[in-house]
């Protein structure tokens, strides 16, 4: 399966080199084998200094732009970073652009291409990789260095035979490291946040999970069959929502909310070919134990003919009540905060 290495071009400044290098690099290595090249001009995706509010490790992202960007670098197997040298350091632009993610970054390899005056871009570099590491982006080495004297004339990049073989090498290892460490971006099983790249998946699979519950009550009128991918991001914003990943699918999935005193559970699924292995249950205890401390009751509401998610809630300690909205039931048992 080809990989997805997204080319960041670090510099944004009118005038600026970085486009040549990137330019350079993409012919080098355009017959590698195994990877889909794919550019992302920072000028052009243009974040402003970091201004979410929340810690970009939740995942949780306020503004439209963050959100491009998560998507983005989320969708990449393996990173170039095309990045000058400005003051010994990295320039501002890349690190405000590794700040305002996380988890979109790790597992995945990266390589670099500096460039600058004296130092051939190589402190730049240096500094960058610091940061890349902390991460959980591992640099596999065998960089690429310019110095803008020595191999940069008329504004591109020198070609040489010796440089574009050093570019195509060092590629086809990050492919291949790329390949190597996308098990363990996926963990079999584990509960986590969803985040706003999952949206999409959540969509597909509350649809494919709904079909059942229409069969089952006899209506479509169930909001789940029908949620839009804008309404289920903006759900994330709602609700706190965990996934599991089975082979780097989503499979399973729930959310839970504070309402009054009580803590609603909602979205309980898991894919057709996933059940029968305890993920609900699993998922159903994880979203129990995240209760506030307050909260009286956990709540829940399933189809008055929903007999197999009625079974599962009862063993799980809930009862029925009375007042569930037409067509539905609604369950709870007591939270002992
Ligand atoms: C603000 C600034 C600081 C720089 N500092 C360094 C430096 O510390 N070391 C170096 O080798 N080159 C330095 N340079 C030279 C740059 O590496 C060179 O101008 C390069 O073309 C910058 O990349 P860009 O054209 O893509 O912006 C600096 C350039 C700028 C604009």
Same mark, same amino acid.
């Given at each position: 399966m080809s990989k997805k290495i997204l080319l960041v071009v670090a510099s944004t400044r009118p005038g600026r080199l970085g486009p040549a290098v990137a330019t350079w690099f993409q012919q080098a290595v355009a017959t590698v084998p195994g990877a889909d090249l794919e550019i992302a001009d920072l000028a052009?995706?243009?974040?402003?200094?970091?201004?979410?509010?929340?810690?970009?490790?939740?995942?949780?992202?306020?503004?439209?732009?963050?959100?491009?960007?998560?998507?983005?670098?989320?969708?990449?197997?393996?990173?170039?970073?095309?990045?000058?040298?400005?003051?010994?350091?990295?320039? =501002?632009?890349?690190?405000? &652009? !590794?700040?305002? /993610?996380? @988890?979109?970054?790790?597992?995945?390899?990266? +390589?670099?291409?500096?460039?600058?005056?004296?130092?051939?871009?190589?402190?730049?570099?240096?500094?960058?990789?610091?940061?890349?590491?902390?991460?959980?982006?591992?640099?596999?080495?065998?960089?690429?260095?310019?110095?803008?004297?020595?191999?940069?004339?008329?504004?591109?990049?020198?070609?040489?035979?010796?440089?574009? =073989?050093?570019?195509?090498? &060092? !590629?086809?290892? /990050?492919? @291949?490291?790329?390949?190597?460490?996308?098990? +363990?971006?996926?963990?079999?099983?584990?509960?986590?946040?969803?985040?706003?790249?999952?949206?999409?998946?959540?969509?597909?699979?509350?649809?494919?999970?709904?079909?059942?519950?229409?069969?089952?009550?006899?209506?479509?009128?169930?909001?789940?069959?029908?949620?839009?991918?804008?309404?289920?991001?903006?759900?994330?914003?709602?609700?706190?929502v965990w996934v599991i990943r089975a082979g780097g699918r989503l499979v399973a999935s729930a959310r839970a909310r504070r309402e009054g005193d009580a803590w609603q559970i909602g979205r309980l699924m898991v894919a057709p070919d996933h059940r029968h292995r305890g993920l609900g249950r699993q998922l159903l205890a994880h979203a129990e134990q995240a209760a506030p401390p307050g909260t009286q009751t956990i709540t829940l509401s399933t189809g008055a003919h929903s007999s197999r998610n009625q079974a599962l809630y009862r063993q799980a300690g809930y009862e029925l009540t009375a007042d569930g909205p037409a067509g539905t039931v609604s369950l709870r048992k007591a939270h002992a905060s």
């Open positions: 052009a995706v243009g974040l402003p200094f970091l201004d979410e509010p929340l810690h970009p490790s939740t995942g949780i992202y306020h503004h439209e732009h963050t959100r491009r960007w998560s998507r983005l670098v989320d969708s990449a197997d393996g990173f170039v970073f095309v990045t000058p040298e400005y003051n010994f350091g990295m320039p =501002a632009t890349l690190k405000n &652009a !590794f700040d305002h /993610l996380s @988890r979109e970054w790790a597992w995945k390899p990266c +390589l670099f291409v500096g460039y600058g005056n004296t130092s051939a871009g190589t402190r730049g570099v240096q500094m960058a990789r610091e940061v890349a590491a902390n991460l959980r982006m591992p640099a596999i080495g065998g960089d690429i260095y310019l110095r803008i004297a020595d191999d940069v004339a008329n504004g591109a990049v020198i070609d040489t035979e010796r440089r574009t =073989a050093h570019a195509r090498h &060092a !590629f086809t290892q /990050l492919i @291949r490291t790329a390949g190597i460490l996308r098990p +363990l971006r996926t963990e079999d099983g584990q509960i986590t946040r969803a985040t706003y790249a999952d949206a999409a998946e959540l969509t597909v699979l509350q649809r494919a999970c709904w079909v059942d519950e229409a069969i089952a009550n006899q209506t479509l009128d169930l909001p789940a069959l029908h949620e839009s991918l804008e309404q289920v991001s903006s759900g994330l914003d709602d609700w706190t």
